[in-house]
């Protein structure tokens, strides 16, 4: 059994649907994960910014132009005068008349999660009565029944795995068991999410609960790429990638995974494939643990980052010196990214920056404090275990008259960062491409 996952746009029309439909049934009693169609979750997120302040009329226009998007999407592919037809009308209809009850609600985190969660609902029912229409046999298993989430927002896997399975022998004929991405229940039984984009870890999960053969991530781009295609001209797919490089690649900004997927993954030893929707037959991005070695694979930047370094006063870097730095940034739930330590100091850097005033503000205890914002860490991966020699200098060296702030090397096997100012972010990866492959 494998798990086939498809984003918003992959299922972004009712061309792409009837499209899906055809590489899923190649081969049967696989799982399928659906986004919501491409924009919709955007689009209930405007209803919740219309609800949350108040703007019932602004949250029921967008209701009613989802209404008329999927009259369409319905008549286009599944026609009308069907029993097919009728039964996703009936389903639309209800997750529509469940909107606009909530936009009657006090709107709260609650209501938000509710309409955050209707998009997967919609593309799934829809998907389901089409596949049904071709005479297919599909199982629509709701995520709301065995996805969970426990109180530190970390997936219950024992509970995942004891209901899928239950779910699964309900429906032991199945050709196809469909489900929704993203959506699932937290510890007190609302419905929540797994973040924006989470329909790849929802894919992993799954993967993981059913000890899958393979988990196959299907977007618009045929893998991972060796560099950021935005940016980067002649940018070319990564055929192999070790989890590790494939986590550290999501983390540090290729778009195309969700960064915690990889994990369940690889705890559960599954392989993740990253597949093209529109060029089915290309080789795309394998992940797994024995990828070929010696090679350094991706280039990746993460934006937004600020680095802030600490020089200790007195005691140079005495004990207890970096845990008490560790615990300031804690103490504000911020998490670092990068670290560079010396004997009289230690830089590390940021992302979210909500808390930064506060944590200068305590930092200022422990030495001097400055702050560099507008950077980047640009993230070089590979096989960069320390014996391979050479791969770590080719990788500063690339960087040629670039200022680089900051270089973190040895934390893993699988990665260098180096920190840039924003400014030199596209010229870094450039030459970065052009040295390295
Ligand atoms: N529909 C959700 C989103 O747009 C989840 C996903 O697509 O993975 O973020
Ligand atoms: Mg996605």
Redesign the pocket.
């Known amino acids: 059994m494998n798990v086939l996952k498809f984003?918003?746009t992959s299922v972004g029309s009712v061309e792409r649907m009837k499209h899906v439909a055809n590489l899923i049934l190649k081969d049967k009693g696989n799982i399928v994960v659906l986004?919501?169609m491409s924009g919709?979750?955007?689009q209930l997120d405007e209803i919740c910014q219309y609800l949350s302040k108040g703007n019932q009329p602004g949250a029921l226009e967008i209701i009613n132009a989802l209404r008329a998007k999927y009259d369409a999407v319905i008549l286009d592919l599944l026609g009308r005068d069907n029993r097919y037809a009728e039964e996703a009308v009936v389903a639309v209809s209800q997750i529509l008349a469940l909107l606009r009850t909530l936009t009657a609600h006090d709107f709260t985190q609650v209501e938000a999660k509710e309409i955050l969660a209707q998009?997967?609902l919609i593309s799934t029912n829809i998907f389901h009565q089409y596949l049904k229409s071709l005479g297919v046999k599909s199982a629509l298993l709701p995520a709301l029944e065995f996805m969970r989430i426990d109180a530190r927002c970390e997936p219950d896997m024992r509970f995942i795995t004891s209901r899928l399975e239950r779910l699964l022998e309900v429906y032991v004929d199945a050709e196809v068991y469909l489900t929704q991405?993203?959506i699932c229940r937290n510890h007190d039984g609302m419905i929540d999410?797994l973040r924006?984009?989470?329909?790849?870890y929802t894919a992993s999960l799954i993967g993981a609960a059913v000890q899958a053969g393979e988990i196959q991530i299907w977007t618009d781009i045929d893998g991972m790429h060796n560099n950021d295609p935005r940016y980067v001209e002649n940018t070319s797919p990564v055929s192999s990638l070790h989890f590790e490089e494939a986590a550290e690649l999501a983390y540090f900004g290729a778009k195309i995974l969700?960064p915690a997927c990889v994990l369940p993954a690889r705890i559960a030893n599954i392989p993740v494939r990253l597949l093209n929707t529109l060029e089915p037959d290309r080789p795309g991005t394998l992940i797994y643990d024995t990828p070929p070695s010696g090679t350094i694979k991706a280039v990746a930047a993460k934006d937004n980052i600020t680095a802030i370094k600490i020089k200790s006063g007195r005691t140079l870097l005495a004990y207890g010196f970096l845990s008490k730095v560790f615990e300031t940034f804690a103490r504000y739930h911020t998490s670092i990214d990068m670290i560079a330590t010396s004997e009289v100091g230690v830089t590390v850097t940021i992302d979210d920056t909500s808390h930064l005033a506060d944590i200068v503000d305590d930092l200022r205890c422990f030495g001097s404090v400055t702050v560099d914002p507008d950077m980047v860490i640009i993230c070089v991966v590979g096989d960069l275990e320390w014996h391979n020699s050479g791969f770590e200098a080719r990788a500063v060296t690339a960087l040629g008259d670039i200022p680089v702030r900051m270089i973190s090397y040895g934390g893993s096997n699988h990665n260098i960062s180096m920190l840039v100012s924003a400014a030199d972010k596209v010229k870094a990866l450039r030459y970065l491409s052009q040295h390295l492959f």
């Open positions: 984003g918003g986004s919501a919709t979750t955007n998009g997967e991405g993203y999410n924006r984009g989470g329909s790849d969700h």
